[in-house]
Protein backbone atom coordinates (compact mmCIF):
# COMPACT_ATOMS: atom_id res chain seq x y z
CA UNK A 1 0.00 0.00 0.00
CA UNK A 2 1.40 3.49 -0.86
CA UNK A 3 1.16 6.96 0.40
CA UNK A 4 2.17 10.52 0.60
CA UNK A 5 4.34 11.75 2.59
CA UNK A 6 5.82 15.49 2.74
CA UNK A 7 8.90 14.19 3.03
CA UNK A 8 12.02 16.27 4.98
CA UNK A 9 12.44 20.00 4.53
CA UNK A 10 14.37 21.24 1.72
CA UNK A 11 17.15 23.60 1.80
CA UNK A 12 17.06 23.81 5.40
CA UNK A 13 13.23 25.33 4.94
CA UNK A 14 9.69 23.76 6.74
CA UNK A 15 7.06 22.13 4.89
CA UNK A 16 4.72 24.29 3.10
CA UNK A 17 1.89 23.34 5.53
CA UNK A 18 -1.23 24.38 2.97
CA UNK A 19 -0.95 27.94 4.74
CA UNK A 20 0.25 30.88 3.24
CA UNK A 21 4.32 30.80 3.17
CA UNK A 22 4.83 33.78 5.68
CA UNK A 23 1.30 33.75 7.36
CA UNK A 24 1.57 37.50 6.26
CA UNK A 25 -0.89 39.92 4.59
CA UNK A 26 -2.64 39.47 0.90
CA UNK A 27 -0.70 41.04 -1.83
CA UNK A 28 -1.68 44.76 -2.39
CA UNK A 29 -2.03 45.96 -5.50
CA UNK A 30 0.87 48.23 -6.66
CA UNK A 31 1.23 48.11 -10.32
CA UNK A 32 -1.27 51.68 -11.00
CA UNK A 33 0.74 52.98 -8.28
CA UNK A 34 3.58 52.35 -9.87
CA UNK A 35 2.66 53.32 -13.08
CA UNK A 36 1.60 56.69 -12.00
CA UNK A 37 5.05 57.15 -10.20
CA UNK A 38 7.01 56.14 -13.47
CA UNK A 39 4.97 59.07 -15.20
CA UNK A 40 6.37 61.49 -12.43
CA UNK A 41 9.65 60.73 -12.67
CA UNK A 42 9.64 60.83 -16.51
CA UNK A 43 8.44 64.48 -15.52
CA UNK A 44 10.91 64.77 -13.47
CA UNK A 45 13.68 63.49 -15.67
CA UNK A 46 12.53 66.30 -18.86
CA UNK A 47 12.13 68.95 -15.74
CA UNK A 48 16.16 67.99 -14.66
CA UNK A 49 16.71 67.89 -18.96
CA UNK A 50 15.54 71.39 -19.02
CA UNK A 51 16.95 72.77 -16.13
CA UNK A 52 20.44 71.32 -17.12
CA UNK A 53 20.09 73.59 -20.40
CA UNK A 54 19.06 76.70 -18.59
CA UNK A 55 22.36 76.19 -16.57
CA UNK A 56 24.61 75.36 -19.56
CA UNK A 57 22.92 78.50 -21.21
CA UNK A 58 23.94 80.73 -17.93
CA UNK A 59 27.14 78.97 -18.08
CA UNK A 60 27.79 80.01 -21.23
CA UNK A 61 26.56 83.47 -20.68
CA UNK A 62 28.82 83.85 -18.09
CA UNK A 63 31.93 82.36 -20.32
CA UNK A 64 31.05 85.73 -22.62
CA UNK A 65 30.17 88.38 -20.84
CA UNK A 66 32.38 91.26 -22.72
CA UNK A 67 29.62 89.95 -25.84
CA UNK A 68 26.34 89.26 -23.71
CA UNK A 69 23.42 91.69 -24.21
CA UNK A 70 20.67 92.68 -22.09
CA UNK A 71 18.14 90.66 -23.42
CA UNK A 72 20.48 87.44 -23.25
CA UNK A 73 20.65 88.02 -19.02
CA UNK A 74 17.21 87.99 -19.28
CA UNK A 75 16.44 85.15 -20.98
CA UNK A 76 19.16 83.55 -18.89
CA UNK A 77 17.14 84.64 -15.76
CA UNK A 78 13.80 83.18 -17.35
CA UNK A 79 14.68 80.07 -18.00
CA UNK A 80 16.17 79.97 -14.27
CA UNK A 81 13.12 80.60 -13.16
CA UNK A 82 10.72 78.14 -14.98
CA UNK A 83 13.62 75.56 -14.64
CA UNK A 84 12.81 76.03 -10.67
CA UNK A 85 9.44 76.19 -11.04
CA UNK A 86 9.03 72.67 -12.90
CA UNK A 87 11.12 70.82 -10.39
CA UNK A 88 9.48 72.56 -7.54
CA UNK A 89 5.92 71.85 -8.56
CA UNK A 90 6.86 67.67 -9.15
CA UNK A 91 9.01 67.78 -5.83
CA UNK A 92 5.95 66.77 -3.55
CA UNK A 93 3.52 64.95 -5.86
CA UNK A 94 6.35 62.76 -6.60
CA UNK A 95 7.53 62.26 -3.09
CA UNK A 96 3.95 61.46 -2.09
CA UNK A 97 3.14 58.90 -4.16
CA UNK A 98 6.87 57.08 -4.43
CA UNK A 99 6.04 56.78 -0.37
CA UNK A 100 3.09 55.59 -0.81
CA UNK A 101 4.33 52.85 -3.40
CA UNK A 102 7.27 52.67 -1.23
CA UNK A 103 4.96 51.60 1.67
CA UNK A 104 2.52 49.10 0.33
CA UNK A 105 5.36 47.41 -1.93
CA UNK A 106 7.00 47.05 1.97
CA UNK A 107 3.78 45.03 3.13
CA UNK A 108 3.72 43.18 0.36
CA UNK A 109 7.54 42.00 1.30
CA UNK A 110 5.42 40.31 4.41
CA UNK A 111 3.51 38.18 1.85
CA UNK A 112 6.87 36.76 1.28
CA UNK A 113 9.29 36.22 3.57
CA UNK A 114 9.51 35.61 7.27
CA UNK A 115 12.44 37.27 8.88
CA UNK A 116 14.52 39.40 5.99
CA UNK A 117 12.74 42.22 6.74
CA UNK A 118 14.26 43.89 10.23
CA UNK A 119 12.77 46.93 10.31
CA UNK A 120 8.79 47.57 10.41
CA UNK A 121 6.53 48.44 7.67
CA UNK A 122 6.33 52.24 9.68
CA UNK A 123 9.69 52.65 8.29
CA UNK A 124 8.84 53.05 4.64
CA UNK A 125 7.25 56.20 5.53
CA UNK A 126 9.04 57.38 8.40
CA UNK A 127 12.92 56.99 7.42
CA UNK A 128 12.12 59.25 5.00
CA UNK A 129 11.69 62.32 7.94
CA UNK A 130 14.65 61.05 9.93
CA UNK A 131 17.02 63.55 10.38
CA UNK A 132 20.96 62.36 8.82
CA UNK A 133 18.92 59.02 9.58
CA UNK A 134 17.14 59.61 6.09
CA UNK A 135 20.48 59.50 4.39
CA UNK A 136 20.77 55.14 4.60
CA UNK A 137 17.41 54.39 6.53
CA UNK A 138 15.07 54.26 3.20
CA UNK A 139 17.90 52.65 1.68
CA UNK A 140 17.79 49.56 4.22
CA UNK A 141 13.82 49.30 3.77
CA UNK A 142 14.42 48.97 0.01
CA UNK A 143 16.86 46.67 -0.06
CA UNK A 144 15.16 44.42 2.26
CA UNK A 145 11.77 44.68 0.23
CA UNK A 146 13.95 43.62 -2.88
CA UNK A 147 15.50 41.05 -0.85
CA UNK A 148 12.23 39.72 -0.10
CA UNK A 149 10.35 39.81 -3.04
CA UNK A 150 12.62 37.49 -4.76
CA UNK A 151 10.24 34.17 -5.67
CA UNK A 152 11.54 30.90 -4.54
CA UNK A 153 12.57 28.52 -6.95
CA UNK A 154 9.76 25.58 -7.87
CA UNK A 155 12.01 23.10 -5.20
CA UNK A 156 11.26 25.66 -2.61
CA UNK A 157 15.20 26.52 -2.65
CA UNK A 158 15.96 30.51 -2.46
CA UNK A 159 17.12 32.31 -5.21
CA UNK A 160 18.97 35.84 -4.86
CA UNK A 161 18.65 38.83 -7.16
CA UNK A 162 21.78 41.09 -7.35
CA UNK A 163 21.05 44.10 -4.96
CA UNK A 164 23.42 46.57 -7.21
CA UNK A 165 20.27 48.68 -8.53
CA UNK A 166 19.12 49.67 -5.53
CA UNK A 167 22.41 50.58 -4.45
CA UNK A 168 23.23 52.23 -7.29
CA UNK A 169 19.99 54.52 -7.14
CA UNK A 170 20.46 55.25 -3.47
CA UNK A 171 24.34 55.75 -4.15
CA UNK A 172 22.91 58.80 -6.87
CA UNK A 173 20.04 60.06 -4.98
CA UNK A 174 22.27 60.83 -1.61
CA UNK A 175 24.92 62.35 -4.01
CA UNK A 176 22.17 64.40 -5.56
CA UNK A 177 20.94 65.85 -2.49
CA UNK A 178 24.68 66.73 -1.10
CA UNK A 179 25.79 68.36 -4.47
CA UNK A 180 22.62 70.46 -4.79
CA UNK A 181 22.68 71.77 -1.06
CA UNK A 182 26.37 73.08 -1.95
CA UNK A 183 25.51 74.67 -5.53
CA UNK A 184 22.55 76.04 -3.47
CA UNK A 185 24.64 77.31 -0.78
CA UNK A 186 27.26 78.72 -3.58
CA UNK A 187 24.35 80.13 -5.50
CA UNK A 188 23.15 82.65 -2.45
CA UNK A 189 26.93 83.74 -1.71
CA UNK A 190 28.19 84.31 -5.45
CA UNK A 191 28.28 87.70 -6.21
CA UNK A 192 30.99 87.85 -8.65
CA UNK A 193 31.40 86.21 -12.24
CA UNK A 194 33.93 83.85 -11.53
CA UNK A 195 32.01 82.68 -8.47
CA UNK A 196 28.61 82.62 -9.65
CA UNK A 197 29.88 80.25 -12.60
CA UNK A 198 30.99 78.36 -10.13
CA UNK A 199 27.68 77.82 -8.69
CA UNK A 200 26.02 76.96 -11.96
CA UNK A 201 28.45 74.66 -12.78
CA UNK A 202 27.95 72.70 -9.39
CA UNK A 203 23.83 73.33 -9.83
CA UNK A 204 24.33 71.90 -13.26
CA UNK A 205 26.02 68.45 -11.98
CA UNK A 206 23.74 68.01 -9.63
CA UNK A 207 20.84 68.30 -11.86
CA UNK A 208 22.75 66.00 -13.95
CA UNK A 209 22.65 63.31 -10.92
CA UNK A 210 19.00 64.06 -10.77
CA UNK A 211 18.31 62.25 -13.99
CA UNK A 212 20.66 59.54 -13.63
CA UNK A 213 18.50 58.61 -10.09
CA UNK A 214 15.70 59.32 -11.17
CA UNK A 215 16.35 56.66 -14.34
CA UNK A 216 17.28 54.15 -12.13
CA UNK A 217 14.60 54.85 -9.64
CA UNK A 218 12.18 53.99 -12.37
CA UNK A 219 14.15 50.90 -12.78
CA UNK A 220 13.76 50.30 -9.68
CA UNK A 221 10.23 50.39 -9.45
CA UNK A 222 9.36 48.95 -11.89
CA UNK A 223 11.89 45.86 -11.67
CA UNK A 224 10.09 45.87 -7.72
CA UNK A 225 6.64 46.02 -8.76
CA UNK A 226 7.27 42.71 -11.43
CA UNK A 227 8.41 40.64 -8.92
CA UNK A 228 5.67 41.20 -6.51
CA UNK A 229 3.17 40.85 -9.75
CA UNK A 230 3.57 37.01 -8.72
CA UNK A 231 2.28 35.34 -5.62
CA UNK A 232 4.27 33.90 -2.99
CA UNK A 233 5.15 30.03 -3.43
CA UNK A 234 5.19 27.50 -0.44
CA UNK A 235 9.04 27.42 1.27
CA UNK A 236 8.74 23.61 -0.07
CA UNK A 237 6.02 22.27 -1.44
CA UNK A 238 5.26 18.62 -0.44
CA UNK A 239 6.47 15.73 -2.94
CA UNK A 240 5.43 12.37 -3.26
CA UNK A 241 7.39 9.16 -1.93
CA UNK A 242 6.02 5.96 -2.24
CA UNK A 243 7.18 3.52 0.17
CA UNK A 244 5.73 -0.33 0.53
Known amino acids: MSHISAGPPLHGVPPYDGFPPTGGPALQPTKGLATALTTLLYLVIAADLFALGADLFLRALLDNLATATGQDAERADALYAVAAYLQGALLIPTAV ?139 AAPHPATQP
Not at 126 to 136: A, D, E, K, Q, R
Not at 138 to 150: D, L
Not at 187 to 195: G, N, S, T, V
Request: aromatic share 10%.
Open 97 to 235: VFIVWFHRSRVNAEHYTRDVCTLGRGWAIGSWFVPIGNLWLPFRVAKETWQASVQSAPDGSPRTVSTALVRAWWTLWVLTIIVSRVGSTLHKRAELPDAIRQAVSVVALSDLLDIAAAVLAVLFVRKLTRMQQIPAVPY
